[in-house]
């Protein structure tokens, strides 16, 4: 079973998860905020008012329980056996993920942005598809601050703070995967071709959530669906069930994919330099099909 972002759909339900973190009259104004950013243009969106305050001492020990006994699982996979990318294991020491205690958001951006400029910051619930794509779009990632119930450990179908902060953030102290994203970012945001929209949403999935790059002749995972994934992390890499394909950008825009289910096929990046320059060249063309040349972001990697 799968859990990650699904940037295709449209707004959802805040989380289902009870959390004394996001019970707060802050959280439900801002859960408001992204609804109504549904209905605006890319311009109009104030991430801004979608922000709420993370309230750390509001986490449970059973909250740092359940973060402590998942880091440890993963983190046994991804470092001691040689599962993960070398550029998220170097991005989770940079941001200072540990067993603990639950990452707090001010040390982990106060490490990202000097690295990148990249920051994360806490929102109640799922946000609609252009709103998610602002944030990135302006070199910021909307992050769900909940942690799943202890009876959750192993699958949530919506993402939560293991997901998205232990899964996602470490790429983002990656100069090359971070300018990747924004680029995407911008990309999304902009268009309004619904060709475009579906063919993002794939490219989505098969990277940054369900991506596998070679690393020293080794097949590494990076995506954030396997990263924080116990299950889908050992068969993305080990079942002989999955076709891994070699990365070309049109064939996975090109790639239907199911939600409920072990994804059967992936796609294998060579290096986050190939995923980057592909990411400019396909959002030069969206871009400037949206009169938005301007807004493509200037590599701050370039080899």
Not at 82 to 89: D, N, T, V, Y
Not at 129 to 138: C, E, G, P, R
Not at 261 to 283: G, K, T
Not at 294 to 303: G, W
């Amino acid at each position: 079973m799968n859990e990650g972002h699904k940037p295709q759909d449209e707004a959802k339900p805040a989380a289902s998860i009870y959390s004394n973190a996001i019970d707060t009259d802050e959280a439900r104004a801002a859960q408001a905020a992204a609804d109504r950013s549904a209905d605006l243009g890319p311009d109009k969106i104030d991430i801004d008012a979608m922000k709420i305050t993370q309230n750390h001492e509001r986490y449970t020990e059973a909250d740092h329980e359940v973060w402590g006994v998942l880091y440890e699982k993963r983190m046994r996979h991804l470092r001691d056996e040689g599962a993960g990318s070398r550029i998220f294991l170097q991005g989770a020491d940079v941001i200072d993920l540990n067993r603990q205690r639950v990452p707090d958001l001010r040390v982990v951006n106060q490490n990202l942005s000097a690295c990148t400029g990249w920051s994360s910051h806490g929102v109640p619930g799922y946000l609609p598809a252009k709103s998610f794509f602002a944030f990135l779009a302006q070199r910021q990632f909307p992050t769900t601050i909940t942690v799943r119930p202890k009876e959750s450990m192993d699958y949530l179908p919506e993402p939560d703070i293991i997901h998205d902060v232990f899964g996602h953030v470490p790429l983002h102290a990656d100069p090359v995967f971070a300018d990747f994203l924004q680029t995407y970012g911008k990309a999304a945001l902009y268009t309004n071709n619904p060709d475009h929209t579906e063919r993002l949403a794939r490219l989505f999935w098969f990277t940054v959530e369900f991506g596998l790059i070679h690393e020293d002749n080794t097949m590494k995972l990076y995506g954030s669906g396997l990263i924080s994934s116990e299950g889908e992390g050992h068969h993305a890499l080990e079942s002989p069930d999955v076709e891994r394909r070699a990365f070309d950008l049109d064939r996975v825009c090109d790639t239907t994919f199911e939600i409920d289910h072990y994804q059967p096929i992936l796609y294998v990046l060579e290096s986050f330099e190939q995923l980057r320059d592909a990411m400019v060249d396909y959002a030069e063309r969206v871009l400037d099909e949206a009169g938005k040349l301007d807004e493509l972001p200037a590599l701050t990697s370039k080899s």
